[in-house]
């Protein structure tokens, strides 16, 4: 409406409280917030929701980080705090679907439950595939995996490589994401007896996890190369011992665990 701050409060508030407002340093109350939106020829309820939807979005990026970190509980405690059934938005409850996912699927290993919110996620109908339709996918492949379906798991290896690897693929995936689709391309790829195929996806996360200083997964993919019998350089295996004996988060840990064979590096 090209109000300016002096004029959307007068009369209802100081020029001040609409700076933190705007800032997000501080909520309106009742009164106040239905005056402006009075002024502002605006609905309450689209305010509501939209202050919501917001509260969410840190909330789930609160959510995100502690699973990056491998603070499995913490992750939980924040997302049974986030009613889905209360969450209109699609691409909100994309990402809840996802989260609950992982945290069945690394956490509390239950491959059906992990299977059932990937699914859930999928299910949630956004513009075009985004990159938590990438995680579920790589989700779900691990997810077989765990139950030893390894029908089911290469269905969505197929169907993986070719939204991560088409040239008409424009889906934004952050540095993680990235390395969580390498590690289950290069699990699922062995366990289908493509050496070849699985080596290419562990090389291709050790190079991005030391491009982005990603210690933990860089510790995975070279447990990885060394139990899958990839040879090393002096200087590799060096490293990938310093990084078993350091990292022995929950999440580095429970990704090997997707192999019982593996839960011999930590």
Not at 72 to 83: C, E, G, T, V
Request: with cysteine; aromatic share 8%.
């Amino acid at each position: 409406m090209g109000l300016s701050q002096k004029d959307l409060a007068a009369g209802i508030c100081t020029q001040a409280t609409i700076s933190l407002i705007e800032k997000q340093n501080k909520l309106p109350s009742i009164r106040i917030l239905m005056n402006l939106c009075e002024r502002l020829n605006i609905h309450i309820d689209d305010v509501i929701v939209n202050s919501r939807q917001s509260e969410i979005r840190n909330q789930l990026n609160e959510v995100r980080q502690h699973i990056i970190q491998g603070n499995f509980d913490a992750a939980k405690n924040q997302l049974d705090r986030i009613k889905a059934r209360k969450v209109s938005d699609r691409f909100l409850l994309k990402q809840i679907y996802a989260y609950n996912g992982l945290i069945s699927l690394l956490f509390k290993m239950d491959g059906d439950k992990a299977i059932f919110y990937f699914n859930q996620a999928l299910n949630q109908r956004a513009n075009g595939i985004i990159q938590q339709d990438v995680v579920a996918i790589a989700g779900l492949i691990l997810a077989y995996i765990q139950k030893s379906d390894l029908d089911a798991a290469t269905s969505y290896v197929q169907q993986l490589q070719s939204m991560v690897h088409s040239r008409h693929s424009k889906i934004f995936m952050d540095a993680e994401t990235k390395l969580f689709v390498d590690y289950a391309l290069s699990v699922a790829l062995f366990k289908a007896g493509n050496v070849a195929g699985a080596k290419s996806y562990i090389d291709q996360g050790i190079e991005i996890a030391k491009a982005k200083q990603t210690i933990l997964f860089l510790a995975v993919f070279y447990g990885l190369s060394a139990f899958y019998g990839q040879p090393q350089t002096a200087k590799d295996q060096v490293i990938a011992l310093a990084m078993a004996e350091v990292v022995h988060t929950d999440l580095a840990r429970l990704l090997f665990n997707h192999d019982i064979a593996l839960k011999q590096w930590f």
